[in-house]
């Protein structure tokens, strides 16, 4: 198993920038493809980014070229940088780990998941 815990959520005015970091403990994470989802208000989870085992990036098309994710299997810990942030990025959002053999957006494709960190952009 994988314990997942993010941080440096808060609230940015728009155009700012936030780094998420996911702090991982137990199995190592280089074992699994590593996600990033996020949940607003009255919506459905929704896929943001991930980073495959060896280092290759996905990310959705409304964040493509204003986020990044990265990992760093020895310090155990994923990276969310956030650029030119939007009102509509507003979330909460999560970091998670998937077993499977390959990528996938699909939330129920991933095995652990940590307890969120709010991000609010004002405009």
């Known amino acids: 198993q994988v314990q997942l815990v993010e941080s440096g959520g808060g609230l940015v005015q728009a155009g700012g920038s936030l780094r998420l970091s996911c702090a991982a403990s137990?199995?190592?994470?280089?074992?699994?493809?590593m996600g990033w989802f996020r949940q607003a208000p009255g919506k459905e989870r929704e896929f943001v980014a991930a980073?495959?085992?060896?280092?290759?990036?996905f990310y959705v098309d409304s964040v493509m070229g204003r986020f990044t994710t990265s990992r760093d299997n020895p310090k155990m810990t994923v990276y969310l940088q956030m650029d030119s942030l939007k009102p509509e990025d507003t979330a909460v959002y999560y970091c998670?780990?998937?077993?499977?053999?390959?990528?996938?957006?699909?939330?129920?494709?991933?095995?652990?998941w940590g307890q969120g960190t709010q991000v609010t952009v004002s405009s």
């Open positions: 998670a780990a998937s077993s499977a053999s390959t990528f996938s957006q699909r939330a129920a494709a991933y095995n652990y």
């Open positions: 980073v495959r085992r060896n280092g290759n990036a």
């Open positions: 137990g199995w190592p994470i280089s074992l699994y493809i």
